[in-house]
């Protein structure tokens, strides 16, 4: 379960920016940019959590605060019920994060990258085989898994950077746009495996720009709107308070003009 309430982050302005404010978004000022002002949200196990919001809006700097790899300035992220702003070791253990900048070692093959992660997290002999195959399987990797790494396409090495951050079979898995240029198949592997994540009830938060995706795997979405968490709740909630049955237009509805009251 991950249970996120009331995060914040801000980053010091460039010194030429230091004493400017910005017309278009109140987030610059007093010297920093408040990237998130106040993101709240809940994904209980065996569900899948949608994060929208348009550009710029503080998904990957709320996504990087989960993973750790940024520490809040305010508010709690609990995991598997772990205060993983105070214990990150805890929260580090129990995430699999699949950022949009995960690298891989270019002269290993997409196989070695992952059994080397699956090393790291003290997998070895029989398990480690076993564990690798199973995503190997589930990722559609078999064709591509002998190539090295800097020779794979954009959506190999998405799959193998799947593979890398869930190989230690986290309690929880949170990805940056996991689909975000792949070619309609790969995209196709991707969601089918989100959704064997679900049924094996590990909690997962992904961040997208595609409704499409919302509406084939989320059970609830966090809209994000100029660092603050505008709707947070289930799909037939978000489609209420965003006065349509369709996901694009109660999207626009809500960053346009708010919730509706109910
Ligand atoms: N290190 C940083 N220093 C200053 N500003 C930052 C930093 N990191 C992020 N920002 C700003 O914070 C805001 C939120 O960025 P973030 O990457 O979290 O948005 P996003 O919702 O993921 O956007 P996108 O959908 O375009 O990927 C942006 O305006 C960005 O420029």
New binding site residues.
Partial sequence: MIVVNGLKKR?K?AKELENTTSRS?A?QRDGF?H??EDVSFRCDRGEVLGLL??????????LRMLSTALKPDAGSIEISGHNIVKYPLKGRKAIGFLSGTTGLYGRLTAKENVEYFAKLHGLKGKALKVRCDELFSQLAMDDFLDKRAEHLSTGMKQKTNIARAVVHQPDVVVLD?PTTGLDIMTKQTIIQFIRELKSAQTPVVF?T?HLDEIALLCDSVCL?DK?QSRFSGSIEAFKTAGQSTELNDAFLNIVNHGCADV
């Fill in positions: 980053f302005l978004d987030r940019f990237s998130v919001g348009p550009n710029g809006a503080g998904k990957t700097t709320t746009e961040s720009h994000i660092g």
